[in-house]
Nanobody, 127 residues
């Protein structure tokens, strides 16, 4: 099983980011998929997630209102769009997948039960 992110790079402040995560080596329709981000010296933080089967989206406070998370019908490709990018959004963004047997934002924020993680992609925001 592998997760591979794409779409990172340099984004202008005020611009938009589009990240994709492709899962391979298994069937992920029932899996929740999520984005986390991390900067050096800080803890990894939750960005957004989408539940398995019914594709319910969940967003962190800083992503809510300017982000959209989605996945294809097969369930193996997840996309994150984030607009109004700010310098504070610069980080390594990593996708994750796992079975979640709970509901609500608190469930999906937790990194536990995300069994699979991608290598991450660097996002830089130029001002």
């Amino acid at each position: 099983v592998q997760l591979a992110e794409s779409g990172g790079g340099v984004v202008q402040a005020g611009g938009s980011l589009r990240l994709s995560c492709v899962a391979s080596g298994g069937t992920f329709r029932e899996y929740a998929m999520a984005w986390f981000r991390q900067v050096p010296g800080k803890e990894r933080e939750f960005v957004a997630a989408i539940s398995g089967n019914d594709d319910t989206p969940y967003y962190s406070d800083f992503a809510d209102g300017r982000s959209t998370i989605s996945r294809d019908t097969v369930g193996n490709t997840m996309t994150l769009h984030m607009s109004y990018m700010m310098p504070m959004d610069a980080a390594v963004y990593t996708c994750a997948a796992g079975r979640k047997y709970c509901s609500g934002l608190g469930c999906f924020v937790s990194p536990f039960e995300y069994n699979y993680w991608g290598p991450g992609t660097q996002v830089t925001v130029s001002s």
